[in-house]
């Protein structure tokens, strides 16, 4: 598990270097996710220390926002005010993507949807 | 000495040090899970929601500033990145799905993204939001970790951000089943793509637990849609907002 993590840090920091010095409009965490991605590619494969880490952050991906989303106490009054906009664009949004997204999926894919 | 006087000295002790941020935190989360467990996974009762529910009132009831509370909880904040850079695995693992699918895919990631981004931030800003909303509203469809690092890139706040993210998702769980099947989309592979675009790390688990074909799209949808957008929103949002 801790070959896992050191590897995990060692391409957020990777990220974080090139997010510094190259590429000051990208979030170096998600460089750093590019970057693991090809390494995995080159290497073909994934080392079961860096899957168990993997995969106990995507299980509890859900706990780590939380002390960012309790700021929300914060901003009360102004989501008071804008309830009816959020709410309204929040779903009319959600329902416009997931069908516009399926809708392409399909279309571009005619031939194989009639095997 | 009076025992009211010592527990305000072990409340004052506590609440200075990040344990008691920790602590509320971490069983906050567990409450949400376990009532996520006893409702069979209903998307209504999505443990975060809960969990940030549940930490927001009990700071406003013992009227602990959010900047204390924050102070103890950065621990858990800061392993966002290293989870966003862990999120290579499951793309990884769903890079073989791509295969000879790969232009329905990068189409209907595309179409998914802008229309995402259009739709809500138009929307919001035809009903007459504020700016700071609108402008928060534009990496809601992507997993919360990755667009809390746009937001903060393209001067918002990541916590709207935040909030509007985890609201989608819930959202995007509940409504995908009856938009998809309003479509009359049949293929587990299409249907999967769609809700993690749509609906990110929230719609995917939802995928999961109906077909594991659609999990794995959706995840791939998911990776594949937060990296786009890292590169497109700072650039969208600054076209729009110049």
């Known amino acids: ?115 | 000495m009076s025992e009211k006087h010592s527990i305000v000295e072990i409340w004052v002790y506590l609440s200075g040090s990040p344990l008691f941020a920790l602590f509320i935190t971490l069983a906050a989360y567990q409450i949400g899970l376990s009532i996520y467990k006893a409702s069979h996974q209903n998307p209504l009762a999505n443990p975060v929601a809960i969990a940030i529910l549940i930490v927001a009132s009990t700071i406003q009831f013992i009227e602990m500033p959010y900047s204390t509370y924050f102070e103890g909880a950065q621990f858990i904040h800061f392993l966002l990145g290293s989870a966003t850079v862990s999120l290579a695995i499951p793309i990884y693992r769903g890079l073989s799905s791509l295969k000879g699918r790969s232009l329905p895919l990068i189409a209907s990631l595309c179409t998914g993204g802008l229309v995402s981004i259009i739709s809500a931030v138009g929307i919001a800003t035809m009903l007459g939001a504020d700016v700071s909303i609108t402008g928060a509203m534009y990496p809601k469809s992507v997993t919360a970790p990755i667009a809390m690092g746009i937001a903060e890139r393209i001067g918002v706040s990541p916590t709207l951000t935040a909030i509007f993210a985890v609201s989608t998702g819930i959202l995007g769980a509940i409504l995908a089943p009856f938009v998809l099947n309003a479509l009359g989309m049949k293929a587990w592979w299409q249907r999967g793509f769609a809700i993690g675009i749509g609906a990110h790390g929230i719609g995917t688990s939802r995928a999961f637990s109906i077909h594991p074909e659609a999990g794995t799209y959706a995840s791939l949808a998911m990776g594949m849609n937060g990296v786009v957008s890292a590169i497109a929103i700072p650039v969208i949002y600054h076209l729009f907002n110049r």
């Open chain 1, 1 to 115: 598990m801790i070959f896992g993590l050191v590897q995990i840090l060692l391409f957020q920091s990777l990220g974080e270097l090139v997010s510094k010095f190259l590429l000051p409009t990208l979030p170096g965490p998600v460089i750093g996710l590019v970057l693991l991605v090809l390494w995995l590619v080159l290497r073909k494969g994934i080392n079961s220390d860096l899957a168990m880490v993997g995969d106990g952050f995507s299980q509890y991906l859900g706990l780590l926002f939380v002390p960012a989303a309790v700021g929300v106490v914060l901003f009360l009054p102004q989501l008071k005010a804008n309830a009816l906009a959020i709410i309204s664009a929040l779903i009319g949004s959600v329902i416009l993507t997931i069908g516009s997204s399926a809708l392409v999926a399909r279309l571009l894919s005619k031939k194989e949807s009639h095997e």
